[in-house]
């Protein structure tokens, strides 16, 4: 029989440590990659916050743009996210959450299942700009919304109703077995175990998945490029068919396009720094819920 | 009303919510093709897509889509050599490598990452990363390096060498398809990251025991065991970041440069499908030829996008429990 | 029989998992080229001593040591020790059959690929060896390509000891490697672990009292992380000196 190697020396000479080259050099490395994603997210906030803290002041975040938007502030711009964030969400819970009910209670095996499981996976990979397309040609011009808050909701709302689904569904199915059977056995309906046992323990998990929602809808250019923004709007929006103006658009267009591509440097930052706030805020409110949540089950 | 009926009411209005999703797809679909059919219809399917001239608003106009494609093609694989192997290397060193504090701080960051606005990402590469470029690298690349190489007086090194770097990497704009993919590395990381550690930490753990009982170091155990037994996990995450850098508009929009012309090098300009969606639509009037045009564009990039999440989803159906085949 | 001698010497060991003792200044000698079991109720520490004996607890992040545990007059938790070299000395079968989800072959050729050995012929010779030492050669010789994981429990139990074989290891140590066995694949491990105590000395960790008394030559009881009884198996079944083992191996707790 072959033998291996140091198979046949005593165990003192054999078990002195090599130095592992090998690993060692593919350990760092993996290393050295591992903290890529971190090193550059730092270095870019740290670039956001160094220039934009230097425009920050109350001024900015609560007066309307003057002189063509070279001067003043953004409070427009940031209620236009808000609006645009707020009403995406109102329409998108209701939708996605009884989405998740179906796919984690009422659906059985079978084509139809298969189908809408395929569709979400599928929507999800939609490109932004494809649903800024469809919201363009259908709210806008065939439902005659024109560009405005609804329309870019609705585009925003349809981009993020996969994430909500899946997000909601994780948080349904996550909920005991023990709670459903205890419901269903003191005569409760289907319909009542869910709404009044399901729902409700479900409801922390499905709000995080909502606030994460909220970080990435509110960040997202693209689907409302041509579908909500105005170039420039001087107040808050009075109905949902006026168009509003939005952070992620004002950094474009401002870094893009017009004349004062240089003078507007400083409220370019100052915008950039006000979206990264709120879009890690949400981050942040939407990770440590969870973690709270994660601790705090007991069952 | 009887509660059973009340049930069967309830039955149906939820599932019938639950085919929306179903809907809207084909809807997307229907709609994307349907603006889309009138410029394959007139120009012709071949003469779009292979075209190489996209002038949508010339007299009379050209709509050859193949320069976006292009531009879509070199980003797409410009970024995938940097964002494979930076995501995937994330990926092990959470799951494998980092001990558990380190991986409870990485994991929410990578996250972070993921909803990082793009359009911040295509600011940062428009404010910084372009004028690095051009006016910093591009002096030493093409000038100082060309200039040490030739005093060198080595065959091949102070002639061949020193012209290409003297012609090849003066970067004439740092608006180019290098600082695009730079960004959207940025972007696929997180997305490639975040899908290919699920797929690592599913491996089961008796698989690792089993390595490191007969004696496998760490690197061996990863290289030869996790990493085949999660391999269709893996080509899921690199499927789904293909996607994600296909269909970024942002950044491409921001930073390729625009120029509608195929790029051969890496520091061109381009104008990858999406940015000219963005940039164009705005100015196509409705019903045009060219708001036809760009609505094929788009229903390209959603056929693309589409047949993706088919593969991904097909493979993660299929290969279930892989086998590691003959390379253990 | 060949002469025995002590191949581990465990003094004063102790294992902790965070704040919690799971092994408690245990002394112990194991015997080269018998068969030694650990006994007691579940969570009396004694996966985790065995599990020691390789270091495979080094996996678990929160797991310290302290102690001495010598294998051949050697501390594996001295920082100089390659407890790579230690662990194909060592080897280990576990409770749940746990073959790579990878060929027959590839499952065996693992061990002696990791070495260095590249010769396909070498390989072959390896593989075929250890497959009839772990008494499954019959069984597989003809689908040596089929996945590890389409055998039946009992066969793969087998490939995993010969897997271990294929390393020509010194000990190995079993997690009670039948616990998840029907009675007929356990006689045929039972057979087998008999046949391999002429070359390979063998810890074996059981709850099946039965199981230790057929087999091994020296058992050990443990209870809530204290070693209580160490002897000849003979004697410790029949005449224990302990009130707690007796109890245990009466069945009168757990």
């Known amino acids: ?299 | 009303m009887k509660w059973q009926t009340k049930e069967r009411l309830v039955e149906i209005s939820v599932s019938s919510i639950g085919l929306l999703s179903v809907i809207v797809l084909l809807l997307i679909g229907f709609f994307l093709f349907k603006e889309a059919f009138y410029i394959f219809y007139k120009e012709g399917v071949i003469r779009v897509i292979f075209g190489s001239q996209w002038y949508p608003t010339h007299e009379p106009p050209d709509f050859g889509m193949f320069p976006l494609i292009a531009g879509t093609i070199a980003v797409t694989l410009l970024t995938s050599i940097m964002a494979i192997p930076l995501g995937l290397g994330t990926a092990i060193y959470i799951a494998e490598v980092a001990n558990h504090k380190v991986k409870e701080f990485l994991k929410p960051l990578i996250e972070m990452l993921a909803s990082f606005p793009s359009v911040v990402l295509g600011f940062f590469g428009m404010v910084i990363i372009a004028p690095i470029l051009s006016n910093w690298l591009s002096p030493i690349l093409s000038e100082k390096l060309p200039e040490m190489l030739r005093n060198t007086n080595l065959p091949f090194i102070s002639t061949t060498l020193a012209d290409f770097c003297y012609d090849k990497l003066f970067i004439a704009s740092g608006l180019n398809i290098t600082t695009a993919s730079l960004m959207l590395t940025v972007r696929a990381i997180p997305v490639i990251a975040s899908i290919a550690e699920d797929a690592l930490t599913a491996v089961p753990r008796t698989y690792r025991e089993a390595s490191y009982s007969l004696g496998a170091d760490k690197w061996h155990t990863i290289w030869k065991v996790v990493i085949p037994a999660s391999v269709s996990g893996l080509s899921v995450a690199v499927i789904l970041g293909i996607g994600t850098i296909i269909g970024e508009t942002m950044i491409v929009l921001m930073v390729a440069g625009g120029a509608a012309v195929v790029p051969h090098w890496i520091f061109d300009a381009a104008r990858p499908m999406p940015a000219a969606i963005a940039a164009e639509m705005a100015e196509a009037p409705y019903k045009s030829l060219h708001y036809h045009a760009l609505f094929g564009v788009g229903a390209i990039l959603f056929l693309i996008t589409f047949v993706l999440s088919m593969i991904s989803d097909f493979i993660s159906r299929k290969y279930r429990s892989v086998r590691i085949g003959e390379k253990v | 029989m060949v002469e025995e001698k002590n191949i581990f010497e465990i003094k004063n060991f102790n294992v902790w998992y965070g704040d919690f003792q799971a092994v408690k200044d245990v002394n112990l000698n194991i015997s080269s080229n018998r068969i030694t079991a650990i006994i007691g109720p579940s969570g009396c520490g004694k996966s985790t001593l065995l599990r020691a004996m390789n270091r495979m607890n080094d996996l678990i992040t929160s797991s310290r040591t302290s102690g001495q545990m010598l294998f051949h007059n050697i501390d594996i938790y001295d920082k100089n020790t390659d407890v790579i070299e230690l662990r194909r000395r060592v080897g280990m079968v576990f409770q749940k059959p746990n073959p790579f989800p990878s060929s027959v072959y590839e499952n065996v050729a693992y061990g002696p690929k990791l070495r260095g050995i590249k010769k396909k012929s070498a390989l072959d010779e390896i593989v075929e060896q250890a497959l009839i030492k772990a008494d499954l050669w019959k069984e597989v010789k003809d689908k040596l390509n089929d996945s590890g994981l389409s055998l039946s429990g009992g066969q793969m139990q087998r490939l995993c000891i010969a897997r271990s074989l294929a390393q020509q290891p010194e000990v190995i140590l079993f997690d009670e490697p039948t616990s998840a066995l029907d009675p007929i694949s356990t006689a045929h491990i039972e057979n087998l672990l008999q046949e391999l105590q002429k070359t390979v000395t063998i810890v074996i960790v059981t709850h099946n009292m039965q199981q230790a008394a057929r087999i091994s030559h020296y058992t050990a009881f443990m209870y809530l992380g204290e070693l209580i009884e160490f002897g000849n198996t003979d004697t410790i079944f029949v005449n224990p000196a302990n009130k707690l083992t007796e109890e245990y191996i009466t069945g009168r707790f757990g």
Request: glycine share 8%.
């Open chain 1, 1 to 299: 029989m072959h033998t291996i190697e140091n198979m046949n020396k005593p165990f003192e000479l054999a078990c002195k440590r090599k130095l592992n080259i090998k690993q060692g050099f593919f350990l760092s490395l993996i290393r050295t990659l591992g903290f890529s994603g971190a090193i550059t997210l730092f270095l870019i906030l740290s670039f956001v916050f160094y220039n934009g803290f230097q425009v920050l002041s109350w001024e900015f975040i609560t007066e309307p743009p003057i002189d063509a938007m070279t001067k003043g502030g953004i409070f427009p711009v940031i209620m236009g996210t808000i609006l645009l964030t707020i009403l995406c969400m109102v329409l998108v819970i209701p939708v996605g959450v009884i989405t998740a009910i179906f796919l984690a209670e009422y659906s059985k095996p079978g084509v139809m299942l298969k189908s809408v499981m395929m569709s979400i996976y599928t929507l999800a990979g939609v490109p932004s700009v494809v649903f800024g397309l469809f919201g363009l040609g259908v709210f806008v011009v065939m439902l005659n919304f024109g560009t405005s808050l609804l329309a870019g909701s609705m585009t925003l709302a349809i981009m993020i109703l996969p994430y909500i689904i899946s997000t909601s569904e994780e948080a349904l199915k996550a909920v005991p077995y023990s709670f459903k059977e205890a419901s269903l056995a003191c005569g409760a309906t289907k319909w009542q175990t869910i709404w009044k046992v399901v729902l409700p323990t479900a409801m922390p998990g499905i709000l995080t998945g909502a606030i994460l929602g909220t970080a990435k809808v509110s960040g997202e250019t693209a689907p409302i490029m041509f579908t909500a923004a105005a170039f420039f709007s001087p107040g808050v929006p009075r109905s949902v068919f006026e168009p509003v103006m939005a952070l992620p658009y004002h950094i474009y267009v401002l870094a893009t396009a017009g004349t004062h591509i240089e003078e507007t440097r400083p409220i370019q930052y100052g915008t950039a720094l006000v979206l990264i706030v709120i879009v890690l805020a949400m981050n942040l409110l939407g990770i440590i819920l969870r973690l709270k949540q994660r601790k705090k089950r007991a069952w």
